[in-house]
C-alpha cells in the first residue's frame, strides 16, 4: 500500500501554526505513508494541476490531503484525483485548516492535532474501497396527480419545456378549489378568471394528457422509471366529441344531490360538474343513471345533436404509464365539523361550512351567487367562528394560514351583497402574513357592521339553532360572556390532508407527516419534494396555503424535476449508500423501521432485507440500527471509522 | 472515582483525548463555523465526521474508550433541522441507551456527551469542547480496564 500525502500550506493559514517539517517526519513513520509533499495553494489552478501530474507521476494506492474543510472541497479534490485515473473514494481529506490551525494556540498543540488527524486519515483510506457512481437510464415523462393550481402549474411548465405530462384528476373537472370559489383573497379577483389563463393553455397543450375521473391504481419502480396504472372512470361522454352545449341535461328524468354545491341543491344524472368547468363536458353519474338500474332510458343520447358524444357503454379503464417523476398535487380537505356538537354543524340548518359557503357566494353554485338560507330567506346578521379545529392542540395543532384571510374576504363580499347584515367574527387569533394581505384585514376590521369577538377555547362558543336561525353563546378571551343572534353561522375548519391521501401515500410508499400531510425532504430547504427521490410535492397536500404559495410550488416541483432529471441525460447514482451483506442479514427487517426513505426493500423468498442504491441517501441510521452488523455504509463502513478512531487517538 | 484521584487529574496537567463525532451537515459545518472567530479552543477533541448523527452506533463509542479515548461528544443537528429529517432522534435513543450500557461498565455518563449545535453554532461547538475538556479534566484518565 502506497499512501501520498499532500500537504497544503493554504499560503500561511495552515503553515503558522502547523510547521509542515514536523508533521513530515511523522507522517513518514506511519503504516503505508510513502511521500510527504507540500503545496503551496492545493485549491488554486496551478495547485491542482500540480497534484494531477504527481498523482500520474507517483502513482499512489490512496491518497490524503490536508488542506482545508472537506466541505468545502472534497468534491474538487475527488475530480482531480478522478483526472489522474485513481478512483476517487481512495482519497481522504485532513480538516487542517478550520479545525486545526486556526483554532489551536500553540504550535507544538497545533502539530500533534494535525499529525493525529493524518494518522487517522492514512488509516482509513488505507481500508477504502474503489467506489463508482452508477448511471441509469431515465425517462422523462412525469405523473402529475391533481389538477389544482399547484398541479396545473407544475404540468404547463414541464410541458412547455417539452416534457410529456400524464395529468391526473379525480373529478370531472380541471382547477382543483380556486375555480370553485367566486372571489380570492386578498384582492377579491374572480376565482375562474384567475386560472382560466393555465387552464386555456393546458387543455391545448399537446404535451399534456388530461385525465379525468382518474385516479392512481398501483406504482412500481424508483426515481427515473416509474411504471404507473391508472385507473379512469368512464364519463359516458366522449370529451373530443362533445361540443358542452348542455342539450342532453334537461331531458334527464333523475335528480340527484349536487356534491359540487356540497349537497346544497340537486343535479341530473348526466351533468356538468360545474358551468363553465373544464374540460366542457357534462358526465353521466352511474349511480344515479336509470340505464344502471338495467332500464333503457336514452333521452340525453337523444337530445345530444353530436352523433358518438354520449356512450353508454364506456368502461372502466387501467392505463399503463412509464415516467421518472411523480408530482403530488392532490390538494387538501376540512376539518370535520361534526367533531365539535357544540357548534351544531349537520344538526342547525343555519350553520355551513367555509366551503358550503363559498358555494353560496358563487354565480355558479346553488343559489346564483345570492345568499340565502336554506329557507330561501337573505340572512340579515352572519356569524363567522374562525379557527375549528385550527391552534388547538385537541384537533390540529397548526394555524391552516388561509382561513383569516377568507374570512375577512367573506366579510367584504357580505357588505356589497347584504349592506345591513351584521356581521360577526369569532375569532382566537387573526392573521394577515404577507405584503397584500394587511388590506382586506384592515377593510374587514373597518366594517362598520362587522363585530370581531374573541374567544379563548372554542369550547366557549355554543350554537343552538331554532326555525332557520342561530343563537351563538359565548364566553369571550377575557371572560365576559354574551350571545348573538345569527341567521347564518360560517365555520372556518382546519385545513388537513385531502381523502385517499393516506392511500395515496401507501401506494406511493411516500411518508406523511403526523398530520398526514406529504412529508417534505426538509421544512424549510427542500419543501417541494418528498423523502422519496423522484416524488414531488406541490401545493396544500405538503400543508396549508394559499393560491399564490400553491403555484410557486408547483414552479418548483417542476423545477426540481427538469434540473433533476434532465431529458437525455442519466441519473447519476451516489456511490455512498447503506448496503446490506446477506449472509449476515438475519431478516429483522430494523433496518427498513428506522429508514426516512424507504430505501430498503424485503426479499422475503431470500429473508434478507436489500437496499434501493437509488433512494438510498446514505445517512447510515440502518446501519447503527442493525443488531446483526449485516447492514454497512459504503465509505463509512465500520471498519474505515474504527481505523480512523484508533489513528487520531495514537 | 474518588474527589482526590479527580484532583490529581486536574493538578498533574492531564490532556483528556476526546473524540467528537460530528454530523456532517450541522455540527461539522458548526465546527469550522468556529473557526472563522480564529479564536483558540482546547485542542482536546479529535473530530470524526459521520454524514448523520444516527450512524454513531455503541459500538464506535465504545471503540473509542477501548483506543485511547477519555470523552466522547456526539454532537448532532438540532431536532427538526436534521438533513435526514431524523437521524438525529435515533441518535439521542441509542446515547440514552449507551449511557446505562457505560453505567454497567463503570464509565462515568459525563464521558459521553450528546449535544446539538447547527451549523450556525460555532460559538456552541467552541462552549461544548471547552465544557467537555473541563469536565473530562475533572474526572481524570479513563481506567481503561473498565472497557
Redesign the interface.
Given at each position: 500500500m502506497k499512501i501520498g500525502v499532500y500537504f497544503c500550506q493554504c499560503g500561511t493559514n495552515i503553515t503558522e501554526k502547523i510547521d509542515p517539517e514536523k508533521v513530515r517526519e511523522e507522517a513518514l513513520g506511519m503504516p503505508g505513508v510513502a511521500y510527504f509533499k507540500t503545496v503551496e495553494y492545493i485549491c488554486s489552478e496551478e495547485g491542482k494541476a500540480f497534484l494531477e501530474r504527481d498523482l500520474k507521476e507517483e502513482r499512489p494506492d490512496r491518497v490524503v490531503i490536508t488542506a482545508c474543510?472537506?466541505?468545502d472541497y472534497e468534491k474538487t479534490f475527488r475530480e482531480c484525483v478522478a483526472k489522474a485515473g485513481i478512483n476517487p473514494y481512495f482519497m481522504q481529506m485532513v480538516?487542517l485548516?478550520?479545525?486545526?490551525a486556526?483554532?489551536?494556540?500553540?504550535p507544538e498543540?497545533?502539530a500533534?492535532?494535525a499529525t493525529?488527524?493524518i494518522r487517522?486519515a492514512a488509516a482509513r483510506v488505507s481500508r477504502h474501497v474503489p467506489l463508482e457512481e452508477k448511471e441509469i437510464e431515465v425517462c422523462p415523462d412525469v405523473l402529475v396527480v391533481g389538477a389544482g393550481p399547484a398541479g396545473l402549474k407544475a404540468a404547463l411548465a414541464m410541458a412547455k419545456a417539452d416534457r410529456k405530462i400524464a395529468l391526473v384528476e379525480k373529478s370531472p373537472m380541471l382547477g382543483g378549489m380556486p375555480v370553485r370559489y367566486e372571489e380570492l383573497f386578498p384582492n377579491l379577483e374572480c376565482g375562474p378568471c384567475t386560472l382560466e389563463p393555465v387552464l386555456a393553455e393546458v387543455l391545448q397543450e399537446k404535451q399534456i394528457e388530461i385525465l379525468t375521473l382518474s385516479e392512481v391504481a398501483e406504482v412500481a419502480g424508483y426515481c427515473g422509471n416509474f411504471l404507473v396504472k391508472i385507473r379512469q372512470s368512464p364519463r359516458y361522454v366522449e370529451i373530443t366529441k362533445c361540443i358542452g352545449c348542455g342539450e342532453c341535461i334537461n331531458p334527464c328524468p333523475i335528480s340527484t344531490a349536487n356534491q359540487f354545491n356540497c349537497g346544497l341543491n340537486e343535479r341530473k344524472a348526466i351533468a356538468f360538474a360545474q358551468t363553465g368547468g373544464l374540460p366542457n363536458a357534462p358526465f353521466i353519474d352511474s349511480s344515479a343513471c336509470r340505464r344502471f338500474e338495467g332500464e333503457d332510458c336514452q333521452l340525453c343520447k337523444a337530445a345530444c345533436p353530436v352523433e358518438g358524444a354520449v356512450v353508454f357503454d364506456d368502461r372502466e379503464k387501467i392505463l399503463e404509464r412509464n415516467v421518472g417523476a411523480v408530482i403530488l398535487a392532490v390538494g387538501s380537505g376540512l376539518y370535520d365539523c361534526t367533531r365539535f356538537p357544540a357548534l351544531a354543524y349537520g344538526k342547525s340548518s343555519s350553520v355551513y361550512t367555509s366551503m358550503e359557503f363559498e358555494r353560496l357566494l358563487a354565480a355558479t353554485g346553488p343559489t346564483g351567487g345570492k345568499v340565502l338560507g336554506r329557507d330561501g330567506k337573505p340572512p340579515e346578521s352572519l356569524a363567522i367562528v374562525h379557527c375549528v379545529g385550527s391552534l388547538d392542540s385537541r384537533h390540529r395543532r397548526y394555524c391552516s394560514g388561509v382561513c383569516c384571510q377568507y374570512a375577512f374576504k367573506f366579510n367584504q363580499i357580505i357588505k356589497h351583497k347584504l349592506p345591513q347584515a351584521k356581521v360577526f367574527h369569532f375569532h382566537r387569533e387573526l392573521v394577515a402574513p404577507g405584503k397584500e394581505e394587511f388590506a382586506l384585514f384592515e377593510r374587514a376590521t373597518g366594517n362598520s357592521q362587522a363585530t370581531f369577538i374573541r374567544y379563548g377555547n372554542l369550547k366557549d362558543i355554543e350554537i343552538t339553532g331554532q326555525d332557520g336561525q342561530s343563537e351563538v353563546r359565548y364566553q369571550d378571551a377575557s371572560g365576559k360572556k354574551g350571545k348573538v343572534v345569527a341567521d347564518m353561522v360560517i365555520l372556518c375548519p382546519a385545513v388537513v390532508p385531502a381523502e385517499g391521501s393516506q392511500h395515496l401515500a401507501n401506494l406511493l410508499e411516500t411518508p406523511q407527516d403526523k398530520f398526514g400531510f406529504f412529508?417534505e425532504?426538509?421544512?424549510r430547504a427542500d419543501a417541494a419534494q418528498s423523502?422519496i427521490k423522484g416524488i414531488f410535492l406541490a401545493g396544500t397536500c405538503q400543508g396549508p396555503k394559499d393560491i399564490q404559495a400553491s403555484m410557486n410550488q408547483g414552479m418548483a416541483a417542476a423545477g426540481h424535476v427538469l434540473s433533476q432529471l434532465p431529458e437525455g441525460k442519466k441519473l447519476k447514482i451516489e456511490p455512498?449508500t447503506a448496503f446490506v451483506n446477506e449472509e449476515a442479514c438475519s431478516g429483522c427487517k430494523v433496518c427498513r423501521s428506522?429508514c426516512?426513505y424507504k430505501a430498503i426493500g424485503f426479499d422475503a423468498e431470500q429473508g434478507v432485507s436489500r437496499v434501493n442504491a437509488l433512494l438510498c441517501?446514505?445517512?447510515?441510521?440502518c446501519?447503527?440500527?442493525c443488531p446483526s452488523g449485516a447492514m454497512e455504509?459504503y465509505h463509512?463502513t465500520?471498519d474505515q471509522?474504527?481505523a480512523?478512531?484508533?489513528g487520531?487517538?495514537? | 472515582m474518588t474527589q482526590q484521584v479527580k484532583e490529581t487529574g486536574r493538578e498533574n496537567g492531564f490532556e483528556p483525548?476526546i473524540?467528537g463525532f460530528l454530523c456532517?451537515w450541522c455540527s461539522?459545518?458548526g465546527?469550522?463555523k468556529?473557526?472563522?472567530a480564529?479564536?483558540?479552543?482546547p485542542?482536546n477533541v479529535?473530530?470524526?465526521?459521520?454524514?448523520?448523527s444516527?450512524?454513531?452506533?455503541p459500538?464506535?463509542v465504545l471503540?473509542?474508550y477501548k483506543?485511547?479515548?477519555d470523552g466522547v461528544l456526539i454532537l448532532a443537528c438540532h431536532f427538526?433541522d436534521c438533513?435526514?429529517?431524523?437521524?438525529n432522534f435515533?441518535a439521542t435513543q441509542?446515547h440514552r441507551m449507551l449511557l446505562k450500557l457505560l453505567k454497567q461498565q463503570g464509565i462515568d455518563e459525563e464521558r459521553c456527551r450528546f449535544d446539538y449545535v447547527s451549523a450556525g453554532e460555532g460559538e456552541k461547538f467552541v462552549q461544548v469542547v471547552t465544557e467537555m475538556t473541563d469536565t473530562i479534566k475533572r474526572l481524570g484518565p479513563l481506567r481503561r480496564k473498565c472497557v
Open positions: 474543510s472537506p466541505r480538516n485548516r478550520e479545525q486545526v486556526w483554532v489551536t494556540s500553540d498543540e497545533a500533534r492535532k493525529n488527524y487517522g412529508e425532504l426538509h421544512g423523502k455512498i428506522v426516512p441517501h446514505g445517512c447510515g441510521t446501519v447503527a440500527a455504509g463509512f465500520r471509522i474504527f480512523e478512531i484508533e487520531v487517538l495514537q | 483525548k473524540v456532517n461539522y459545518a465546527a469550522d468556529a473557526s472563522l480564529q479564536t483558540p479552543y485542542p479529535r473530530v470524526v465526521r459521520v454524514m448523520c444516527g450512524r454513531v452506533d459500538q464506535l471503540q473509542a483506543k485511547g479515548a427538526g438533513h435526514y429529517k431524523e437521524g435515533r441509542r
